[in-house]
């Protein structure tokens, strides 16, 4: 395909569906003015060659011109001098160059208008990149906002706020089953306590009474012995 069938295609295109249908909208839209870029570096590049085929082609009408208006001089001179023959040869010489002036004026004119056809198309593939390169940063902001609220719509789509409520109502009935489980561990072991209090107040009672017994008994002893003694 040629630059400006290409050029022809690029101008052509619906740019919202190639965005629709690439996997990357963004990327897509770079490398359309990349894609453009090239082929403005493609179409100026010709446009140059172009310009130098017009100024050599335009330069050999100039000295086909010269050449003729030379000889033309020449015969004149010959016949101011009355040198026919010689006036006649300068004369064919001045038709011979007349025939190329014909035959590069046409040239020239032709790769003239091809030229500023080039040219024209040139400026505008320049517009139009220049066009795309401002819309490039909206066409990116409105494909990044689309991604943002399609992931937002299937998150809410997919979420099950009873789903969700179970579970929490799961998570509670947990904790108030260990808040449970572990006042009752307290209380057992309150009432482990209170038991061994009992018994070791009951020990300690009595190991208490049988110490006063025992000192009772001592000194009841005593004073039973205190009268035999002052006999």
């Known amino acids: 395909m040629g630059i400006f069938g290409r050029l022809s295609d690029l101008l052509r295109s ?8 690439a996997e990357d909208p963004e990327k897509m839209v770079k490398q359309i003015i990349i894609d453009m870029q090239t082929e403005l570096t493609k179409a ?23 050449q003729s208006e030379n000889w033309e001089n020449k015969a004149k001179a010959a016949l101011s001098q009355g040198k026919e023959d ?17 035959n590069y004026k046409q040239m020239y004119e032709s790769i003239s208008d091809q030229t500023e056809a080039i040219g024209s198309q040139v ?57 449970a489980e572990a006042a009752a561990f307290s209380e057992i072991a309150g009432t482990d306590n209170d038991l061994n209090d009992t018994f070791e ?29 002052d006999q």
Do not use: H
Not at 204 to 225: F, H, I, P, Q, Y
């Open 14 to 21: 619906n740019v919202n569906d190639l965005i629709d249908r």
């Open 44 to 66: 100026t590049q010709n446009y140059g060659k172009a310009k130098a085929s017009e100024r050599l082609a335009e330069k050999r009408y100039l000295e086909a011109k010269k």
């Open 86 to 102: 010689l006036a006649k040869q300068a004369l064919a010489k001045k038709v011979k160059a007349d025939e190329d002036v014909a």
């Open 123 to 179: 400026e505008v593939l320049k517009a139009k990149l220049e066009e795309a390169k401002s819309r490039q940063a909206m066409l990116i902001a409105r494909s990044q906002m689309a991604d943002t609220q399609k992931s937002l719509a299937k998150s809410a789509g997919g979420f099950d706020g009873n789903s969700a409520l179970e579970k929490f109502n799961k998570m509670e009935e947990k904790i108030e089953r260990k808040e």
């Open 201 to 229: 107040k009951i020990e300690a009672d009595a190991k208490v009474d049988a110490e006063l017994a025992r000192l009772m008994a001592e000194m009841n002893g005593s004073s039973a012995a205190a009268p035999a003694d």
